[in-house]
């Protein structure tokens, strides 16, 4: 029989333990002539096949085991892994009976290269074994993560802790032991799966290992605590760093190892992680005292450590520099240089701390100490600058240049020349234009698409055609396989637009393609449409695209008139007036959704100039609208031919005045709030049901009955409100009181659930009064807990939206901008801040309604104090006088609204609070004298209430 | 040329005790150096705990990937030091590509001699940096980079070999930065207080949106709004990579690039100098930011490369008049030859000094000359005549390319470009040109 022939009938009658001698006996060569018929043998038996209702392997065990035997040997390394065969070599004593006469040459390199798996297929002991054998050389660091499990092992299916196999070779408690602390192998978390059997006297785990192995002298002692104290402060991951320093402290190292480990533990201080830092302090510490410690390095190092972030370090330091300035007079002065490094963390105690050790071992004389103390002076809080009094020298103040918010409010103006929106002249740029139409790079780019389109389409020649292939592509592609990168759902809406348009051109050019190779699918009215809950928003802007194609298809070329003039959505009234007169001149009568819009973005700062413009061009009724519009004391006056349209321009100029002349208009029906955004909120402890313990028997977890914090707008009941079902929540449903549907009634069946890439847009829709899609974006924020991604984006582009639009000042905004500074992600709170910096210097936000409201939220405590102290600390103080008036005035309305009890972190607003008022020259106001005297009986409080009041 | 490029280290570097002293061995290896076993500096540092910290950060820098997946952190580059001129410089490029960091150890920084000068990888492994970070204040440091006589070691000595990918974006975005850095302008210096104060307020955690860095009441603060002025940081978390040194330095100057495509960020330490640059985003590497593409990597002559090599000295400040006149060649022949030979990485930049130095790079040339994807598609789109020209003048140019599918209109004006394609109506522009202005480009050059 051939090599091929034996080797086939071993296979098919499944004799396992005939393979390994068989395969022994051949040469290198003959054992390459099998390649192929084992391959194919191999294919056959592990070929998965369906037996009833599972799926197996066609071979028996006995051949899958043997297949699996000769995969190793006859393989190389490559085909190998592909067989993943490795299990069933490594059982029993398979592996060894095949390495006895044939090792591959890529074996060692093969076993190294399971370090990065999650779990190896072999222990410590079996890998030792074979390197004995010298089968492997292991790498350092496989030996290591091999190390960490064996010290369990198991019993009756339960672990046990042992040190037999440490124990076993001189070699691993001489050498390998010490690997765990070069390489991250897990030593941290050896039990993590384990359950060991708890015993008394030794921790089921390496800390319990070394503390034994140590105590019995099997291992140095010294070393461990060396090896210990190194590895903590090493780049390792913050867990596994913080173990190491439990080492440590597990083995209570005496003063005198301390002594001598001292360089050691001064090389911690430097490591990245701040849990062996403090432990070191702590050690330092017991250690200070004494004449042999290297008191100079602690000094310099120090002042690294007190640039640092955390607290506890910072605490820690100082005590420890405090013992040293007691009892060394010469190193006094090199000490208190040290310590005038705390000023740069705003945290009041360690300031006062800092202050007061450079207070009482400083030299008043000393010049170093006065300049270093100087370079802190921005820095510096109140109280510490009393103290500091003698070393400070005299306070710069910011150059002219530097000051870019000045003490004076400026005026307010979004009609700037360097926000217009450029208007689309001729057939290029159309083109370049809607090449980029499905990019959203521009919140105006949809209206100004539809205006290039309407403004150029008479110069379009069929050789324009051709250049408009590529953006036609892209519109098709987005119907068909749906919007991506940055684009929203407005896109599609574009997409379908240019389509339309494209087919409209080549009825116009017969014989001219636009669209390429490609043909655009069918755009039927379903195509339009995005799910039926989100319409409501979008319908605008779908509504506009449509009337852009029917003017053009009308050969009505005039720009739509909602088309803005200027970044943020806003119109120039007098460009408006101009438009409509344009309009009418033209016998083209502007649509209900168009005019609205426009109406909705006017921006009345020049509402004067275009006054004197509404003139003879336009009927009597427009003209009448127009000048109701732009005069804020006129009343509208009959006849209200298209209600909507006047319902749109009162609510615009006055939404909280109700004209007694739309009293019989439809709308008047309508809650009001639900067309002016003014809702009421409320923030309150909400009943809700929580999760409690799994029940064993219901199969189920239980529900308990608790209670959170919670923020929720009051959507008023009104005859053309209900709510609906929708998977298992109940939404609002609005239904528009008539068929004129008035812009904000659109606002409402808006799902904001993946809104993001469009909000902008839609807030620009009425970038006046845009509080209905501020009301249901601060519906995301119900809870303080950090968000989840998509109500995070939502939050934030809402909040650069509402940075760009600049709304004037309502409740709604300030509720958004108010929460959004309590928000849990810092960007969101940063971004409200610079919001409130940025109007305050217009003198267009009330600072005051901004601080009742934050007060009011934190009366329950619906979010962390501290995220809002951070935030005013970090980036709303000091910005400018006018600022810092602003920012007193918040604080006081915000601590009006706060219990007699008191709430947590009251401690640092107050702080902030003194801070705030120092540095303006005020003192605490006379309306919170009630509030000070309840807080005044805490212990906590009593010491900074005591500053507030005795200034 | 395969991306792959295997270190051989004869020995792994080590920090060692030796009486009073740590002796910090550097192993070093590169694949284009022919002479056997150089050694480049033997010296003593004279600000040994502050070069060690320095040399972490590096290590720092070397061992993030700020988009990647953990494994392939195993597959690190090794940091690249160049001796001669009486400087040491230590360069390091992140694995994504996007953050570069340099430590330049100046005249005043080190006490020894430069046996051979020249640039070379040097092996940085865990045990050795576990050691360095255990240096104290107290200690001092004899450096060696290469070894003067390669004495056997105590024990067995193995060659150490280890296999790492070398993708042509990494090196082309190693190359490129030197560009960058030529482009940057000072905007701001910080003291220590002021650095400190700014870097309280980097936002925590990793961050999605852009950053600015703008001056307010006087103090410098990162804030989330654009403003006039502002520089523009994206993937500002990368900036925690100079945490561990700031503490140290005397000051902190700050050099963004005029287009904002990339920041950088210099501390000063005495006679050290680190120097951290940041790519746009943390996802987008440098390489491939067109920023080079201007510049023809393939139209340098072998004989621009050969004098370059035989005329200049590791770190020494480069010169392309005085090249031009040694070797008779008419420099207004060739334009922009520093940005290119940089391109190439045979050049790096010195912000401080402000001039090109000669560095090359210890890589294969052809690793480096191979032409960016996209000139190449370029050249492809002019060779298959996919490119017609409509209208050409001095003024404006204007062409229709082929493209897949469809045809992009390509527009050259004096002061700007477009093109129809996706590319460009994404960027607009500030991602470099698209393939097909650049092949419009070509055809009418």
Redesign the interface.
């Known amino acids: 029989m051939t090599p091929v022939e034996q080797f086939t009938q071993i296979v098919e009658q499944s004799e396992e333990n005939k393979i390994i001698p068989f395969l022994a006996t051949l040469s290198p060569q003959e054992r390459k002539t099998l390649m192929p018929g084992f391959k194919k043998l191999f294919n056959h038996y592990f070929e998965r096949i369906q037996e009833g209702n599972s799926f197996k392997a066609r071979g028996n065990e006995a051949q899958i085991s043997l297949l699996s035997a000769a995969s190793f040997i006859l393989n190389d390394r490559k085909e190998f892994e592909k067989t993943y065969s490795l299990y069933y070599i490594m059982r029993g004593d398979v592996l060894n009976s095949i390495l006895s006469w044939y090792v591959p040459s890529w074996f060692s390199e093969y076993i190294n290269g399971f370090l ?1 798996n999650e779990v190896l297929p072999f222990g410590y002991d079996r890998l030792m074994a074979l390197t004995e054998e010298g089968y492997v050389i292991p790498t350092p660091a496989l030996v290591a993560r091999a190390l960490v499990p064996a010290i369990y092992e198991y019993i009756d299916r339960e672990a046990h802790l042992t040190l037999k196999i440490l124990e076993k070779r001189p070699v691993t408690l001489d050498e390998h032991i010490w690997l765990l602390f ?2 991250e192998c897990g030593v941290n978390w050896a039990d993590r799966y384990v359950r060991p059997k708890i015993s008394e006297n030794i921790e089921p785990n390496w800390l319990g290992v070394f503390k034994k192995c140590s105590d019995n002298g099997q291992i140095s002692r010294e070393r461990v605590l060396r090896s210990s104290l ?2 903590s ?3 390792f991951t913050k867990p596994l760093c913080g173990w190491f320093a439990d080492l440590v402290v597990l083995l209570k190292p005496t003063s005198q190892e301390l002594l001598s480990l001292q ?2 533990l ?2 911690v201080l ?3 992680q701040s849990k062996p830092a403090n432990m070191a302090l702590g050690y330092l510490k017991e250690i200070c005292a004494d004449p042999a410690f ?1 008191k ?2 602690f000094i ?2 120090a ?2 450590l007190l ?3 955390v607290k506890s370090i910072h605490a820690a330091t100082l005590g420890i520099l405090e013992i040293l300035a007691k009892s060394n007079r010469e190193l006094q002065e090199q000490i208190c240089i040290a310590v005038a ?1 705390s000023f ?1 963390s ?1 945290d009041a105690s360690t300031q006062t701390k800092a202050a007061r050790l450079i207070a009482k071992y400083g030299d008043t004389a000393s010049a170093a100490l006065k300049e270093k103390v100087s ?2 002076g ?2 510096l809080l109140t109280a510490t600058k009393e103290i500091m009094m003698p070393w400070l020298q005299k306070e710069e103040q ?2 002219a240049t ?4 000045s003490g004076v409010p400026g005026v307010r103006s979004v009609l700037n020349k360097d926000v217009e929106i450029p208007i689309v002249n001729d057939v ?1 740029e159309l ?2 234009l809607m ?5 959203n ?1 521009q919140h105006y780019h949809f209206e100004q698409i539809l205006s290039g389109a309407l403004r150029c389409h008479p110069r379009i020649t069929s050789s324009h055609l ?2 408009m ?3 036609m ?2 519109a098709i592609k987005v119907i068909q396989k749906g919007v991506t ?2 684009a929203g759902n407005l896109e599609r809406y574009l997409a379908a637009f240019l389509i339309e348009y494209g087919l409209l051109l080549e009825e116009q050019f017969p014989g001219t393609g636009v669209f ?3 043909r655009p699918p069918k755009i039927a009215a379903e195509k339009w449409q995005l799910y039926e809950h989100g319409k409501g928003a979008y319908d605008p802007h779908h509504q506009l695209a449509g009337l852009a194609l029917l003017q053009i298809r009308n050969k009505e070329y005039l720009p739509l008139l909602s088309m803005p003039t200027h970044i943020g959505g806003w119109i120039d009234p007098v460009t408006l007036v101009k438009r409509m007169t344009e309009y009418y001149a033209a016998s083209v009568f502007p649509t209900r959704i168009d005019l609205q819009i426009a109406i909705a973005r006017v921006a009345f700062e020049n509402a004067e100039a275009a006054l004197a413009l509404v003139g003879e061009g336009l009927p009597d009724e427009i003209r009448q609208l127009m000048l109701f519009l732009l005069d804020k004391d006129m009343e509208p006056q009959a006849p209200f031919t298209h209600p909507a349209v006047w319902m749109m321009a009162g609510l615009t100029k006055a939404p909280e005045k109700e004209y007694a002349a739309f009293a019989k208009f439809p709308y008047s029906q309508v809650a009001r709030a639900y067309l002016t955004g003014y809702f009421e909120w409320m923030t309150y402890n909400e009943k809700y049901e929580a999760y409690g313990s799994f029940n064993h028997e219901k199969k189920e977890y239980d529900r308990v009955e608790a209670y959170r914090a919670a923020l929720h707008i009051n959507y008023p009941s009104s005859t053309n409100v209900g709510t609906k079902e929708y998977y298992g929540q109940r939404l609002l449903q609005y239904n528009p009181i008539d068929n004129a549907i008035l812009l904000p009634e659109f606002m409402h069946n808006t799902n904001v659930w993946g809104f993001e890439k469009d909000v902008a847009r839609i807030l620009s829709l009425m970038p006046n009064h845009p509080d209905i899609i501020l009301a249901r974006t601060i519906g995301c924020m119900s809870s303080s807990m950090a968000p989840e991604v998509s109500e995070k984006k939502m939050v ?1 582009e809402a909040l650069s939206s509402v ?1 760009m639009i600049k709304p004037g000042p309502s409740e709604m905004l300030h509720l958004f901008v108010a929460t959004s500074m309590l928000h849990a992600d ?2 969101c709170r ?2 409200a801040a ?1 919001i409130w910096i ?1 109007r305050v210097q217009y003198g267009c936000i009330d600072s005051e309604r901004i601080g009742a409201i934050i007060g009011t939220h934190e009366k329950i405590e619906w979010a962390p104090m501290k995220r809002f102290i951070e935030l005013a600390t ?2 709303m103080q ?3 006088p006018l600022h810092n008036e602003a920012l007193e005035k918040m604080i006081t309305a915000c601590l009006l609204q706060l219990p007699d009890k008191g709430i947590k972190d009251l401690k640092g607003l107050l702080e902030l609070y003194r801070e705030v008022l120092t540095n303006n020259g005020s003192s605490v106001e006379g309306v919170l004298t009630h509030q000070l005297r309840a807080w005044n009986e805490i212990v906590s409080l009593k010491k900074v209430v005591k500053t507030l009041t005795a200034g | 040329m395969t991306d792959l490029l295997t270190y051989q280290y004869h020995t792994p570097s080590l920090l060692t005790r030796s009486g009073t002293q740590e002796q910090l061995f550097l192993s070093q290896y590169s694949e284009i150096e022919k002479r056997e076993a150089p050694c480049y500096f033997q010296g003593r540092l004279q600000q040994p705990y502050l070069t060690a ?1 320095c040399l972490l950060a590096l290590s ?1 820098v070397v ?1 993030s990937s700020f988009n990647l997946a953990p ?1 392939q952190i ?1 597959l690190l580059k090794d940091p690249v030091v160049t001796a001669g001129n009486e400087r040491l410089r230590f360069e390091g490029f992140s694995h994504c590509a996007g953050v570069y960091a340099r430590v330049d150890i100046m005249p005043g920084g080190h006490k020894g001699e430069f046996p051979e000068a020249g640039t070379t990888n040097v092996d940085f492994n ?2 050795m ?2 050691a360095l ?6 200690e001092e440091i004899v450096l060696s980079v290469g070894k003067k006589d390669l004495t056997l070691q105590k024990g067995a000595q193995k060659l150490i070999e280890r296999k790492v990918p070398l993708p042509a974006r990494w090196i082309k975005g190693f190359a490129s930065v030197q560009v960058y850095l030529s482009e940057a302008e000072r905007m701001h210096t910080l ?3 002021q650095a ?2 700014l870097f ?2 980097l ?3 990793v ?1 999605k ?1 852009d950053y600015y860095l703008t ?5 410098p ?1 990162f ?3 654009k ?1 006039i002025n502002a520089v523009c940081v994206g993937g500002i978390h990368r900036l925690r990579l100079l945490e ?1 040194l ?3 330095a005397d000051e902190l100057r700050i050099f963004p690039h005029p287009t904002m495509q990339s920041t950088t960020w210099q501390l000063y330490l005495g006679d050290l100098r680190f120097t951290l640059s940041l790519s746009r985003e943390a996802w987008r590497g440098f390489s491939g930011e067109g920023a080079v593409l201007e510049s023809l990597v393939e139209n340098i002559s072998d004989a621009w490369i050969e004098a370059v090599d035989k005329y200049s000295y590791a770190n020494q400040a480069f010169n392309a008049t005085m090249l031009a006149v040694e070797e008779d060649i008419d420099i207004r022949m060739v334009d922009n030859i520093t940005g290119r030979l940089a391109a190439m990485g045979l050049l790096g930049f010195d912000i401080d000094e402000n001039n090109f130095f000669y560095r090359r790079l210890p890589f294969k040339l052809s690793r480096v000359i191979s032409l960016h994807p996209r000139m190449k598609d370029a050249e492809k789109l002019v060779a298959e005549n996919k490119v017609e020209i409509i209208h050409h003048s001095d003024e404006r140019t204007e062409a ?1 390319v082929e ?1 897949s ?5 390509v ?1 050259l004006d004096t002061d700007k470009e ?5 590319w ?3 960027h ?1 522009g500030e991602r470099g040109p698209c393939k097909h202005v650049l092949a419009v480009k070509k055809k009418i050059s």
């Open positions: 990065n070069e390489y190194a590895a402060a090493r780049n360089q050691e001064l090389a430097s490591g990245p290297d100079v390095t310099q190092q002042e690294v640039a640092g972030e490094q740069i705003p370079a802190f921005t820095s910011p150059s530097e000051q870019i918010f290029e083109i370049f090449s980029q139409a499905m990019d790079n051709r250049q292939e590529p953006a592509q892209r990168g940055n390429g190779k490609q934030l940075n810092t960007t940063a971004l610079e940025d970090g980036h000091k910005v400018s | 910290r720092n061992q494994f195993a865990q045990p940096l576990s970070s255990g240096i104290g204040k107290k003291n220590r207080v400190l104060q309280q307020s936002p925590k955690g961050v949106t001056i307010r009441g006087g103090k603060i804030s989330p709004v403003s561990l700031l503490p140290l229709r493209g599918g469809v045809t992009h209109t527009i477009r093109c129809t394609c996706t460009y109506g994404k607009q």
